[in-house]
C-alpha cells in the first residue's frame, strides 16, 4: 500500500485533543505488519503528538484502534520497544474482532 495513500486516509481523523484534521505533513509512519499501521502524527493546531494504531484497507475508512499521547507513549516507551511478536499478537487479535469495529471503537465526536 502506498504510504502516501495511508498519509491521506489518516489525515481524514481529527485531533482527540482538539478536533482538527491531522495533516499529511505532520504524519510519520513507524510502522505496519499487513494491515495494521503504527503512525507517529501531530496536531498542526494544538501541537499534540500522538502514536496512532490503525487498520487501513483499500477502499475503506481507516479503522484507529487507540491513539497515545506522548506521556503515554513514554509509558509505553518504558516497556520496551514495540516487536515483531507484538504486532502479530495483535493483529491476530484484531482478527477475531473483524466486522465489530463499529461498535468497538466508536470514537465520540
Ligand atoms: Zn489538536
Redesign the pocket.
Known sequence: MDETLIKKMIASIK??????NYDEDHIEIVEHNDELWFLKVS??????RCLVAAIIRENARPEVLTDLTEEEMEKFKNLGNVRDEDLLAMHDFLKDFDGDFPTLFEREE
Open positions: 485531533c482527540g485533543s482538539c478536533g482538527q496536531c498542526p493546531s494544538c501541537h499534540v
